[in-house]
């Protein structure tokens, strides 16, 4: 994106919905379908994922409550138009994270060539929302595995969830690392190494190496924080935009 030395400076985390969903006699879950926006110290604004498409609920067949906020709304809220995110970081192509991408036709699209691939092959896992991914005035770039975007931004690949889903670094001045483990890790009580696939997930053993590879990382980058992809119980804790870690 740059050839200078811009670095992470904020990060916002958007809520854009909510849901209970009902998991056993009289127990409920609460997730919530977000997104994230960081703003580097040369003005720049690199979006992670655009949410649920305005057509789809969070899970199939699941209502999510009535609290819900695009992400087009939020960057408004902030002051900012879609034309204004530079880059987009495509975690994976789910219809709860790929819904709004054809907003950003001025950004670089960032995904693993992997994901690219198997989504443009035709999976039927994408197709609910390849109207919005698979835009023909998008601008895709393709990597091959961790790569390091800016100083102090890094995409770690964690296949599992889906074949080149990848999760993200961000290492803010003050908060030190953050860790936003998207669908490699949903829930906060999943974050052990031999926990369990989800109905969702493609592939448990990549999921627990991808897992693992988080467990280690949170060790040698001394991750101050993670973020995990749809735990409404954790989200409740956060600071969500209009505040911001930095
Ligand atoms: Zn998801």
């Not at 693993?112 to 109207?131: D, I, K, V, W």
């Not at 889903?165 to 052990?192: C, E, R, Y």
Request: charged share 25%.
């Amino acid at each position: 994106m740059t050839t200078n030395s811009a670095t992470p400076q904020r990060l916002y985390l958007l809520q854009l919905s909510t849901a209970t969903i009902p998991v056993a006699a009289g127990r409920t879950l609460s997730m919530v379908c977000v997104c994230y926006l960081v703003k580097t110290s040369d003005d720049k604004h690199i979006l992670i994922d655009s949410g649920l498409a305005a057509d789809a609920s969070l899970l199939p067949g699941m209502p999510s409550n009535d609290d819900r906020k695009n992400v087009i709304e939020h960057l408004a809220d902030l002051g900012l138009r879609p034309d204004d995110i530079d880059v987009l970081i495509c975690t994976h192509f789910d219809v709860d994270h790929a819904g709004y991408h054809d907003a950003f036709t001025k950004a670089e699209l960032v995904v693993q060539r992997e994901h690219y691939e198997l989504a443009r092959s035709g999976h039927t896992r994408f197709a609910p929302a390849r109207a919005h991914w698979d835009h023909p005035d998008l601008r895709y770039r393709l990597i091959d595995g961790d790569t390091e975007l800016m100083p102090g931004l890094t995409l770690i690949k964690t296949s599992g969830h889906a074949p080149g889903h990848q999760s993200v670094l961000v290492q803010l001045p003050q908060t030190g690392a953050v860790l936003l483990a998207i669908d490699a890790v949903v829930m906060q009580h999943l974050f052990t190494p031999d926990r369990q696939a989800w109905p969702m997930d493609d592939n448990e053993e990549q999921l627990r190496t991808s897992t693992r590879k988080l467990l280690d990382l949170v060790e040698r980058e001394h991750v101050q924080l993670v973020v995990f992809g749809h735990d409404g119980q954790q989200w409740e804790t956060l600071k969500k935009a209009p505040d911001y870690y930095e």
